[in-house]
């Protein structure tokens, strides 16, 4: 059986129908799973790492650093805890509503394989996509509105990022914040499962 923790790129093999591919990056056992659009707004086409090479990209590793999500920014970043992607891997273009379409498979899978307790969908098109998809909440016009801000759900904890090239009057300080504030609670999407089986041991799952 394969250690997919000791793959941080592509943990778990996944194929898409594009080249090249910018593919998730990260701990597969991640507690934190950052969602971004693709790698032609938020870097990684040349690197094949997604955030990076890219100054929107780069904003943001440093504020998941300060709010300690990620252990160092770089090409690539330290990660720990935490698992990066795209709504759309592929780094041949913009793409459109039947591209998106074309990987959502692919995205959908890597995203419940990961299992993270909280989703960081960055900019609007990710944060609609995550808000419709995994949650009941409804989803505002102005989603910008939602930056770093907690909606829980049944599955998992949402907080959604405004795309850090719109960031400004202290929105990567409130990120940070929320972040760090996040991680002081209890933030975990279990169930403890412990009060089924013999004895006094807990039992958590997802």
């Excluded at 086409?45 to 929107?56: N, R, V």
């Excluded at 405004?162 to 504030?181: F, I």
């Amino acid at each position: 059986m394969d250690n997919v923790t000791n793959r941080p790129s592509n943990p778990f093999g996944m194929t898409y129908p594009c080249e090249p591919a910018v593919p998730g990056y990260g701990d597969a056992n991640a507690h934190f799973h950052v969602v971004g659009d693709h790698p032609g707004v938020h870097g990684g086409a040349d690197s094949g790492i997604p955030f990076t090479d890219h100054p929107t990209g780069e904003r943001l590793q440093r504020a998941l650093t300060a709010g300690g999500l990620l252990a160092a920014t770089g090409t690539p970043p330290d990660v720990a805890g935490t698992f990066l992607s795209y709504l759309y891997p592929c780094a041949d273009g913009d793409p459109d509503d039947a591209d998106y379409a074309r990987v959502e498979p692919q995205f959908d899978a890597e995203l419940r394989a990961i299992t993270a307790h909280v989703l960081l969908p960055v900019g609007a098109r990710a944060s609609r996509y995550v808000l419709e998809t995994y949650t009941a909440h409804r989803v505002p016009d102005d989603l910008g509105s939602l930056h770093a801000t907690e909606l829980r759900s049944g599955g998992f904890l949402v907080v959604p990022v405004a795309d850090p090239a719109e960031w400004a009057d202290g929105a990567e300080r409130r990120l940070v914040e929320s972040l760090r504030e996040l991680q002081r609670t209890d933030y975990r999407r279990e169930a403890d499962l412990g009060r089924f089986s013999a004895g006094e041991s807990p039992y958590f799952v997802r």
